[in-house]
């Protein structure tokens, strides 16, 4: 099987040329982001967490079925807002480049990075979510 490079029509100076316009998109993205992104995020994690403790204490008190599948799905919502909408706003890397590789959530205040020297010439960075106000 062989690969196909999708840039091979393209010339350097071409290549360089799309790479400065991404980078413009990028930096106005990054720019355009502000308090209402911030209190966006904040509302997301605060309605996965209160859905996932409503889904937990259904299961504890589930004798009936239905109540076992409401619990049941309510946890895997809880999981996929998590995966989907919380995770790539607010992790972080081990390569310390900081939290959020598609976004920085620094600049809106989500997502705080503490850098922690393990054994070694090594770092790793965790990442903490402050609780929704």
Request: charged share 20%; proline share 5%; aromatic share 4%.
């Amino acid at each position: 099987m062989t690969a196909i490079d999708p840039t091979a029509h393209l010339t350097a100076a071409q290549i360089e040329e799309l790479g400065r316009e991404l980078d413009a998109i990028r930096d106005e993205v990054i720019a355009g982001r502000g308090e209402k992104d911030a209190a966006y995020i904040r509302k997301v994690i605060s309605a996965q967490r209160k859905l996932e403790l409503a889904s937990r204490g259904v299961l504890l008190f589930s004798l009936f079925p239905p109540a076992w599948l409401i619990g049941t799905a309510g946890l895997s919502v809880a999981k996929i807002m998590e995966n989907m909408e919380i995770r790539p706003h607010t992790s972080c890397t081990a390569s310390g480049t900081g939290c959020g590789t598609r976004r920085s959530t620094h600049d809106l205040g989500v997502g705080t990075t503490s850098r922690r020297p393990t054994s070694g010439s090594t770092r790793t960075t965790s990442c903490t979510t402050p609780t929704p106000t």
